[in-house]
């Protein structure tokens, strides 16, 4: 698992070990952040009241987890070589780490969602037993389009040129921004438009599956209702307003906000798992 200590993370890893207790090993990818090992991160992560319930329902269950140092904005993904040859017998990978800010500069962006990406599929390719590659996008990977479908669109460039491109550029080049975007609105969605044709590009004969969520909200039910842990988009526009904040929000009444739980997509991204291993 990469992307473990998100919203969807967190809940992805408390929902696959109390509803799949057979499981017997999860990889945790984590990086050093703000002077704390990834020792110390797991520790007060595994202390949310988010893992009471599943705590109280399995004893020990904290010793299925191993947590790898990593890191997805570094070449090969900051891994030692112990871990790589650790980490090969994985089944399946459930990939969103990814930097999620609209505005992160363009060299940080590529390097930790497309290269991210590519390098953690080239490391896949080494796993003989893997069932399934599950990567999360977004809804608004292809916002371009008026309607969106349930398949692959040309990317606004290639994985290896985006790559090629911020490796050459020097800080001062980077204002090229603006025209590598295109019609895309930010370095987020475009990111993962690029990031959805490198799983097509390096997924090589791997079952491999795409979700794209749209806007993620608090939990509706499970394991607790109303559970969320940041005050990103909607959630910081609805805190905003109840505590008296934010008096006004500019936006179109004619346009839908596509919002959904949290527990919902968590499942979402289970069942598609299940789906694609079963099919290949």
Same mark, same amino acid.
């Given at each position: 698992?990469?992307?473990g200590?998100?919203?969807?993370?967190?809940?992805?890893?408390?929902?696959?070990?109390r509803?799949?207790?057979?499981?017997?090993?999860?990889?945790?990818?984590?990086r050093?952040?703000?002077?704390?090992?990834?020792?110390?991160r797991?520790?007060?992560?595994?202390?949310?009241?988010?893992?009471?319930?599943l705590?109280?329902?399995?004893?020990?269950?904290?010793?299925?987890?191993?947590?790898?140092?990593?890191?997805?904005s570094?070449?090969?993904?900051?891994?030692s070589?112990?871990d790589?040859?650790?980490?090969?017998?994985?089944?399946? !990978?459930?990939?969103?780490?990814a930097?999620?800010?609209?505005?992160?500069n363009?060299?940080?962006?590529?390097?930790?969602? !497309?290269r991210g990406?590519?390098?953690?599929?080239?490391?896949?390719?080494?796993?003989?037993?893997?069932?399934?590659?599950?990567?999360?996008?977004?809804?608004?990977?292809?916002?371009?389009?008026?309607? !969106?479908?349930?398949?692959?669109?040309?990317p606004?460039?290639?994985?290896?040129?985006?790559?090629?491109l911020?490796?050459i550029?020097?800080?001062?080049?980077?204002?090229?921004?603006?025209?590598?975007?295109?019609?895309?609105?930010?370095?987020?969605?475009?990111?993962?438009a690029?990031c959805?044709d490198?799983?097509?590009?390096?997924s090589?004969?791997?079952?491999t599956?795409?979700?794209?969520?749209?806007?993620?909200?608090?939990?509706?039910?499970?394991?607790i209702?109303g559970? !969320?842990?940041?005050?990103?988009?909607?959630?910081?526009v609805?805190?905003?307003?109840?505590?008296?904040v934010l008096?006004?929000?500019?936006c179109?009444?004619d346009?839908?906000?596509?919002?959904?739980?949290?527990?919902?997509?968590?499942n979402?991204?289970i069942?598609?798992?299940?789906?694609?291993?079963?099919?290949?």
């Amino acid at each position: 698992i990469t992307g473990g200590l998100g919203v969807l993370g967190r809940l992805r890893m408390e929902r696959l070990l109390r509803c799949c207790p057979e499981i017997t090993t999860i990889y945790l990818l984590v990086r050093a952040k703000k002077q704390k090992d990834p020792q110390t991160r797991f520790k007060e992560y595994f202390n949310d009241v988010l893992f009471e319930r599943l705590k109280r329902e399995q004893k020990d269950v904290e010793k299925k987890i191993i947590v790898i140092e990593g890191d997805t904005s570094l070449l090969n993904l900051g891994l030692s070589e112990k871990d790589r040859d650790r980490i090969k017998d994985t089944d399946l !990978i459930f990939h969103s780490a990814a930097s999620v800010r609209f505005l992160d500069n363009i060299r940080l962006i590529v390097n930790t969602n !497309i290269r991210g990406t590519r390098d953690l599929l080239l490391l896949a390719q080494e796993m003989t037993s893997l069932k399934a590659f599950v990567y999360v996008s977004t809804a608004y990977s292809h916002c371009v389009y008026n309607k !969106i479908e349930e398949k692959l669109y040309k990317p606004p460039m290639k994985t290896d040129d985006i790559i090629r491109l911020t490796e050459i550029l020097i800080k001062d080049q980077l204002d090229l921004t603006l025209s590598l975007l295109g019609k895309w609105p930010n370095t987020y969605a475009f990111s993962k438009a690029i990031c959805e044709d490198t799983v097509r590009q390096y997924s090589n004969g791997i079952p491999t599956c795409i979700v794209r969520p749209s806007i993620v909200v608090a939990t509706e039910k499970e394991p607790i209702a109303g559970w !969320i842990n940041n005050l990103y988009g909607l959630t910081g526009v609805i805190f905003g307003g109840a505590t008296g904040v934010l008096r006004t929000l500019y936006c179109d009444k004619d346009l839908i906000c596509e919002i959904i739980p949290a527990d919902y997509v968590v499942n979402n991204i289970i069942a598609a798992a299940w789906n694609v291993a079963g099919k290949r």
